[in-house]
């Protein structure tokens, strides 16, 4: 490898906070600067939907995304599930990670490697794959990515410092309500960089991105599909629950955009008031199937109606939980991220501290 290569390390706090985002958004950057970007994931952790599958969906979806070329991709050193930690308690993994850390500096790449680190600081202690064992083995510094969820973020970002030190090199505030995006610069960032620690990005939140799948939806709530499979492409950026009269359903739902509307099976007027805004989905409560009315309405407007076998309050919860932990596995999804980074990430400053020379210069 060149002598003149770089590791930068995308790490981050805690688990969905924008890693695999910021990286597909900051390799573009990068391109169009004229860089030679190698990418990597020392750490993988095993898919849920595919247990048997050893490289993970949102590693083959940014490979594929990047269109780098085989040597400029660095292979996945050990994927992190149950069975893995048992086998080095156990004393039957001895493998030196850290050694084989150390391989990646003899890999071809290009003027940046690019690690995606783990979900936070403590993933992969065990193994000497955490965020700053790779950081030592490689000589890497640390871009953290945070999603802003409270002012409280200050004491996370104040305590990676302190454990990372000179090794971060700034931190990317991600998903900030339009509300909150003033305090946070006018407040939050000047204290932060009082303390050593550039914010070299603040990315407003964005429904797009935290969007998810019917496909994606029907899957987790292991729902029945009854009508529209092939519209599962379709993107629920938020959640309604039709509970109320169907006056007040209305007004509720007119506010909202592509949502899906969990309602009783029974509730035939909910469903048709929502079937009439801007829903992308129906889930229907207590396996109660529609009535043909609906169904074809449904067709005509090519909305999904999943039947789950749960209560409300459970298929709500499950909604809500797989929002939080949102991939980036859909094109328009990596558009708005190239857009959101262009518009709100400092790449000159990163390449300024990473004293890195772009080839092409950006307006």
Known sequence: MPKSAKYLLIGSTEAYSGKSATILGLT???????????????????SDESPTTAGEADVQFITKSLNLPENQLLPTL????????????????????????????????????????????????????SLLQVAEAVDAVALLVARYKSAFLVEALLSAKQRLGDRLIGVLINDIPTEQLEV???????????????????LPKNNLLRSVSVEELAHQLQAEV????????????????GAMNVNAALKYFRKRQNMAVVTGGDRVEIQLAALETSTHCLILTGQLPPPPFIKSRAEELEVPILSVDLDTLTTVEIVNRTFGQVRLHEPIKVHCIRELMQAHFDVNRLLSELEISPAVALP
Do not use: W
Request: aromatic letters at 4%; a negative charge.
């Open 184 to 202: 946070v610069k006018t407040n939050m960032c000047p204290f932060l960089e009082q303390q050593g620690i550039p914010v070299l990005g603040m």
């Open 78 to 129: 050990l994927v992190l599930d149950e069975a893995a930690v048992q086998r080095r308690l156990s004393g039957e993994d001895r493998t030196d990670y850290r050694q084989k850390m150390r391989q990646y500096l003899q890999q071809p790449a290009g003027d940046l490697v690019l690690l995606e680190g783990p979900s936070n600081l403590e993933e992969g202690s065990l193994f000497d794959l």
């Open 28 to 46: 573009h950057q990068l391109q169009q600067k004229g860089l030679d970007v190698a990418y990597g994931k020392p750490l993988g952790t095993r």
């Open 226 to 241: 009854l009508c529209r499979s092939d519209r599962l492409d379709l993107l629920v950026e938020s959640l309604a629950i």
